[in-house]
């Protein structure tokens, strides 16, 4: 008698023991929900480290909140600049949106908080100035399509030539 509750005294202490490492595992396991605007704080800053002869820009996906666990994957799309509180006034549709590596295989990235993502837009530095946005309209990078956002663009900062690349989202 004293061997079996000594036994289930060992297996309790192992199953208490071993909890909190499964839920800390599960906690950090990638989310297969796509995030969606309510869960993201979207933001745009100039890349200060831009290659030579490229002037970039990074798109910020941090958490909303502190039970935020979603996923985003590729890169942005349906990406348009405007001037001015929304498509009514000048807008940037005569610049063309590419991305950045079409054969690149786009790989999940979970946004957590203190675990953001983020992408870039890049042009040329050189290019003349084509435009001077207020505000990027993009859909969010997630699997299946992506929900709509409006972003504030840098005070000041324009568009370059004709076209923009897209990176996909990685882990920033």
């Known amino acids: ?10 297996a309790a202490l192992l199953t208490a023991a071993t909890l909190p ?8 396991n990638p989310s297969d929900k796509p995030c969606d605007p309510s869960g993201l704080v979207v933001s745009v800053t100039k890349d200060p480290t831009s290659a030579a002869g490229q002037q970039a820009y990074i798109v910020h996906y941090a958490a909303a909140g502190p039970h935020t666990n979603c996923s985003l994957q590729g890169a942005p799309t349906a ?3 405007t001037k001015g509180s929304g498509h009514s006034e000048a ?3 005569n610049i063309q949106v590419v991305p950045d590596d079409p ?3 786009p790989v999940p990235v979970n946004v957590q ?3 953001p993502a983020e992408s870039r ?3 040329a530095s050189q290019a003349p100035v084509t435009f001077q946005p207020s505000v990027v309209n993009l859909n969010l990078p997630v699997a299946g399509g992506g929900y709509s956002v409006t972003v504030a663009w840098p005070a000041g900062l324009p568009l370059r030539g004709d076209h923009v690349e897209l990176t996909n989202v990685s882990a920033a």
């Open 1 to 10: 008698m004293n061997k079996t509750i000594a036994g289930v005294s060992i």
């Open 21 to 28: 490492l499964l839920a800390a595992t599960a906690s950090a």
């Open 79 to 81: 990406v348009t600049f």
């Open 91 to 93: 807008d940037g549709s």
């Open 103 to 105: 054969y690149s295989v």
């Open 113 to 115: 908080p203190g675990k």
């Open 121 to 123: 837009i890049l042009m």
